[in-house]
């Protein structure tokens, strides 16, 4: 599953399964930043993807890469600053050494590579890009973040 | 012509700090500073809150010694609800345990990530290795079997503290007169015995042992690098038991000079007698000082450098091994080479891991009276708590209403106890490394870095500050211009 329209065909049933992860990135007290978890609360609340793991983190560790290497199939969900991304985007990550590490931060494709690297596994990696726009310190999405969030949910549940 | 180094933000640190170093026409160093530029928020926060919130929130201050805040701010309510060591009350036996292997959980997941991830990469590839191979992602690529192990490590930490404490981050289980709940015998041979993707306890400490080996043999090869950077002599503090030896949980704080003689020895619930705080224009961050021996000569020096210094022995057997060969090194003097901090560091590694053991070996830890109830007339609005967190000495101090409401926080955390070490040491790194060269390399503003990093400092910590958090180095010219930046 590689080219933009086999992304785009992915459907949450595609992770409904014990070696599947779906990890929510971000912090509910920081505005937008809450909207990884936001999808998550969503899957949880309609009862999707039972049988994945689920997983609610400030930021990525190191230790993701022995989590991810334990797992055929990933699906990252974080909130986006990157202003061409209207709505979300959802596309498949590579890995990829580019030290990024700091204490406080470390990129999904860091990560891979130090799955494939340390423990010899690989698993498929999407990532589900929410946009969003105020990062303060208050607890709820903004009005357009969650107009995101609603694309993003009415996209998989379209799929599903 | 004169000139001002700026080294803005400091890398691989926990917080948001700047170095800037002043040099004259000759490219002498006549001053450097570290700057702390985060705004301190987190006292005046809590006030109003009720009084036993207080824990759960200022643990929030930071995401890496979350453990300790919380334990200190748990003492800090025993003592207000008057079961406290305030009254010289001890908690339950299995409630204390409970804490202390927490506590002790921390200090490996922290210790293992500040060596690990921050230090041995600088050790491996050198201080004036390319900035994108001198990090964990390059040890990523040169060494992959090692960081499997430390990832391991790091885990099992993790693991230990999310069933201790009841979570990952910012944990709950710690509250006024005890724990919420206990370890079971399931969850306790996890970790004695491992499973499938978690370590057992006895790997634990292998792993832990290579760690120091690692150091060793580093010192090995760059001895004369180690021990002559930033030779930085200081006053020593940590909480030491009845028999003078450190106790990470509760003590007496002992402060030794570098003969090792007691300078002063008090119950911290004094601390206020003892220490004052001092400011500075440039900084947000203050400078601890004791009363009695004034602001130029009173500061202190906490952490693994000021512990192994000031204990006489440590109770588990391997750590004293290397403990021993730590002392000889100096012929029983204290310790003052900052990179020895690291050395330090790798023996409390080895150290948390014994004191986990043997704690998961007690049965206290499966009883279930986990509570002290105070008589209703045992308020006493106050309370104290002080811990010996990675980083070194941990203060908790709070005040409440009779409604229960906070009215007074103060904290005072080991990165401000280290900030006037902090600042010599920076001096010490910028003299050798700077002055009098034509040329300022990314290495010798790095060798600054290095000098800050082997104090682990938590800037986030110590201004209680909220929010992102890169750190920067300047060079300033004699008239003030900046003639060279390294922001990152």
């Not at chain 1, 969503?42 to 793991?53: R, T, V």
């Not at chain 2, 900035?131 to 993790?158: F, H």
């Not at chain 2, 150091?215 to 930033?230: G, K, S, T, W």
């Amino acid at each position: 599953m590689n080219c933009v329209a086999e992304v785009n065909r992915l459907s949450l049933t595609d992770f409904n399964s014990a070696d599947c992860l779906i990890y929510g990135i971000g912090n509910v007290g920081r505005q937008d930043d809450g909207l990884g978890w936001a999808f998550i609360d969503w899957i949880e609340a309609q009862g999707l993807c039972s049988k994945a793991e689920t997983v609610r983190n400030y930021q990525l560790f190191l230790e993701d890469a022995d989590l991810i290497s334990r797992k055929k199939r990933v699906l990252f969900v974080d909130a986006t600053k990157d202003m061409t991304v209207e709505h979300f985007a959802l596309y498949q990550e590579q890995a990829k050494l580019d030290f990024s590490f700091t204490s406080h931060a470390i990129s999904i494709a860091a990560i891979m590579a130090t799955c494939q690297l340390c423990f010899d596994r690989q698993p498929d990696v999407y990532v589900l890009a929410i946009r969003g726009y105020e990062w303060a310190l208050q607890e709820g999405l903004t009005e357009h973040a969650q107009v995101n969030l609603d694309q993003a949910v009415l996209h998989f549940s379209k799929s599903d | 012509m004169s000139r001002k180094l700026v080294i803005d933000p400091v890398t691989r640190i926990e917080g948001h700090g700047k170095v800037t170093i002043q040099l004259d026409d000759d490219n002498q160093v006549t001053d450097a500073k570290l700057h702390v530029v985060e705004f301190r928020g987190f006292e005046k926060l809590v006030q109003g809150h009720p009084y036993w919130e207080a824990p759960m929130l200022l643990q929030r201050i930071c995401g890496i010694c979350f453990v300790s805040h919380h334990l200190c701010g748990a003492k800090a309510l025993d003592d207000m609800i008057g079961v406290g060591l305030g009254q010289h009350i001890r908690l339950l036996p299995g409630p204390e345990k409970i804490r202390r292997l927490g506590h002790y959980a921390q200090q490996l997941q922290s210790h293992v990530t500040a060596y690990f991830y921050l230090v041995v990469p600088e050790m491996l590839f050198g201080m004036d290795a390319p900035p994108e191979q001198r990090n964990v992602l390059g040890l990523v690529e040169q060494d992959p079997a090692l960081v499997k192990r430390v990832v391991a490590l790091r885990k099992w930490g993790q693991e230990l503290i999310k069933t201790v404490l009841g979570k990952r981050m910012h944990g709950i289980s710690s509250v006024p007169g005890g724990v919420s709940k206990n370890i079971s015998i399931e969850e306790r041979d996890r970790f004695l015995q491992g499973e499938e993707g978690l370590l057992s306890i006895d790997e634990v400490i292998e792993y832990a042992q290579e760690g120091l080996e690692l150091f060793y043999q580093f010192h090995e090869q760059h001895r004369e690098q180690v021990d002559q950077f930033a030779v930085v002599p200081a006053l020593d503090m940590c909480l030491v038991n009845d028999e003078g030896n450190v106790d990470y949980y509760h003590g007496r704080i002992r402060i030794i000079d570098e003969h090792k003689h007691i300078v002063q020895e008090f119950d911290y619930h004094d601390y206020l007698q003892h220490f004052s705080e001092a400011t500075e224009a440039w900084s947000y961050m203050k400078f601890p000082y004791l009363k009695a021996l004034g602001r130029e000569k009173g500061s202190v020096r906490v952490g693994p450098l000021a512990r192994l210094n000031v204990t006489k022995t440590l109770s588990t057997p391997l750590a004293e091994a290397a403990l021993k060969k730590f002392h000889a090194y100096t012929n029983g003097r204290s310790n003052n080479m900052t990179l020895h901090t690291n050395w330090a560091r790798a023996i409390e590694i080895i150290h948390s891991a014994e004191l986990i053991k043997a704690l998961l070996n007690d049965t206290d830890l499966q009883n279930t009276e986990l509570l002290m109830i105070p008589a209703d007339t045992a308020w006493t609005g106050e309370g104290i708590g002080v811990v010996e967190a990675p980083r070194g000495t941990l203060l908790h101090h709070y005040r409440a209403a009779k409604t229960g409401d906070i009215t007074f926080a103060n904290l005072i955390v080991s990165t401000t106890q280290n900030n006037q070490v902090i600042n010599r040491t920076v001096q010490s790194v910028a003299q050798d490394y700077i002055s009098g060269k034509a040329e300022i390399t990314e290495g010798m503003l790095n060798a600054i870095e290095v000098g800050i990093r082997a104090y682990d400092p938590c800037l986030s910590c110590a201004t209680h500050a909220l929010g992102q958090m890169p750190l920067k180095i300047s060079v300033f010219d004699a008239r003030g211009n900046i003639i060279d930046e390294l922001c990152r």
